[in-house]
C-alpha cells in the first residue's frame, strides 16, 4: 500500500475554514484519495474521496494536485463537532472485490477551539 | 437510515476465556470488514469478508476465526483471550461498487 503523511496534529477556531494537508508521493496511477475521520468514541466515518479531480460533498472538498503527490481536506467551516482524527489513506481501484481494505496511518488530530 | 450494528456494545472477559463479537451489516451490503484498534492506536485491518468468503487477511491472530454468515451477518470468534486483545473492535460494511465503507459504533473488550 502506497504511504501518506500527514501531520500530527492541528488547531483552528471555530467557524474557520480548517485545510488538513496529505502527502503521498508514491501514489500509484490507480489509486483513489480517501478521507475518514474519527470522532471520540466512535468508529471511522466516511468524509469524501477523490481521483483527480477536486471533489465537494456536504462534508466537506478534496484539492488535489496536478501532479496527485498531495492533496488537501478542506473543511469550509469548522464547528466543535469537527475536533476528530482525519485519514488520509489511498486505496488501489483496481483490487479484487472485497480485498479493500483501508490502511490507517497515523493521521492528523484535529482541534477546534471555541 | 440503517447502520452497522455490532454487539455487544462493551465486553468483559478473563485472561484464556473466549468472546464471540457480531456484526450486522447495513441491508445489501455484500463485504464486511473486521479492525482492532488498541489503546491510543488507530485501527489496523483484521479480516474481511465477501458475499460470505473470506476475501482478505491481515493481522489477525491465529486464535481469532470469523465467518459470514447467509444472512451476511458476521462474527469474529476470539480464544485464549490475552491481555493485549482488550481493544475496539469494529466492523464496516460496502456494496459492491461503491467505494465507502460504513462503520459500526465498535464492540469495547475488556480482558482482565
Known amino acids: 500500500d502506497a504511504k501518506t503523511t500527514q501531520p500530527n496534529s492541528m488547531e483552528s477556531n471555530e467557524e474557520e475554514p480548517v485545510h488538513l494537508p496529505c502527502n503521498h508521493s508514491?501514489?500509484?496511477?490507480?489509486?483513489?484519495i480517501h478521507w475518514y475521520r474519527q470522532l471520540p468514541s466512535q468508529g471511522p466515518e466516511y468524509v469524501i474521496h477523490g481521483l483527480t479531480s477536486n471533489v465537494n460533498n456536504r462534508m466537506a472538498s478534496l484539492a488535489i494536485a496536478e501532479d496527485r503527490k498531495s492533496s488537501t481536506l478542506i473543511l469550509h467551516r469548522a464547528t466543535l463537532r469537527d475536533a476528530a482524527v482525519y485519514y488520509c489513506i489511498l486505496r488501489d481501484v483496481v483490487l479484487r472485490e472485497g480485498a479493500q481494505k483501508l490502511v490507517f496511518g497515523q493521521g492528523t488530530r484535529l482541534t477546534i477551539n471555541p | 437510515a440503517a447502520g452497522v450494528i455490532q454487539s455487544p456494545r462493551h465486553l468483559i472477559k478473563e485472561k484464556r476465556e473466549t468472546a464471540t463479537l457480531k456484526c450486522y451489516p447495513i441491508p445489501r451490503h455484500d463485504t464486511v470488514y473486521w479492525y482492532q484498534q488498541g489503546p491510543g492506536q488507530d485501527p489496523q485491518f483484521l479480516i474481511s469478508?465477501?458475499?460470505?468468503?473470506?476475501?482478505d487477511k491481515g493481522s489477525i491472530p491465529d486464535r481469532f476465526s470469523a465467518q459470514q454468515f447467509s444472512d451476511y451477518h458476521s462474527e469474529l470468534n476470539m480464544s485464549s483471550l490475552e491481555l493485549g486483545d482488550s481493544a475496539l473492535y469494529f466492523c464496516?460494511?460496502?456494496?459492491?461498487?461503491?467505494?465507502?465503507?460504513?462503520f459500526g459504533a465498535g464492540t469495547r473488550l475488556s480482558v482482565l
Open positions: 469478508f465477501y458475499e460470505k468468503m473470506q476475501s
Open positions: 464496516a460494511s460496502r456494496v459492491l461498487a461503491k467505494n465507502i465503507q460504513y
Open positions: 508514491t501514489i500509484s496511477g490507480t489509486d483513489y
